[in-house]
């Protein structure tokens, strides 16, 4: 059975810190793409980072580079995504996924994170920013 969890969100202050992990089996982590989503209330679900776990090329969304960093632990089948310098508008339910890539990085011809090509989702996590 395939799995991906979520966790370590929560509520943090403006200009915090939050580190998420995303926790998987049940596939070859090594075959896959990981992508860490967000969706906030009456938006649409927007990819913020990803990671290739063959020779670990990251990509990251213009509104969270310089402040968000993913990585992935190929021995733990797990990927994190560090997070600092928080905004309120940072506040969404994030969500995990694996792509089926052979473990290399793909994004769209826009260089953008594909939300339809993610084979595998967890259930979220949710992240508020507040003060």
């Known amino acids: 059975e395939v799995q991906l969890v979520e966790s370590g969100g929560g509520l943090v202050q403006p200009g915090g810190s939050l580190t998420l992990s995303c926790a998987t089996s049940g596939f070859t982590f090594d075959d896959y793409a990981i992508g860490w989503f967000r969706q906030a209330p009456g938006k649409e679900r927007e990819g913020v980072a990803c990671?290739?776990?063959?020779?670990?090329?990251?990509y990251y969304a213009d509104s969270v580079k310089g402040r968000f960093t993913i990585s992935s632990d190929n021995a733990k089948n797990t990927v994190y995504l560090q997070m600092n310098k928080l905004k309120p508008e940072d506040t969404a339910v994030y969500y995990c996924?694996?792509?089926?890539?052979?473990?290399?990085?793909?994004?769209?011809?826009?260089?953008?994170?594909?939300?339809?090509?993610?084979?595998?989702w967890g259930q979220g996590t949710q992240v508020t920013v507040s003060s």
């Open positions: 996924a694996a792509e089926s890539t052979l473990g290399h990085l793909v994004l769209s011809f826009y260089g953008t994170m594909m939300t339809s090509e993610y084979d595998y």
């Open positions: 990671i290739g776990t063959r020779g670990g090329s990251t």
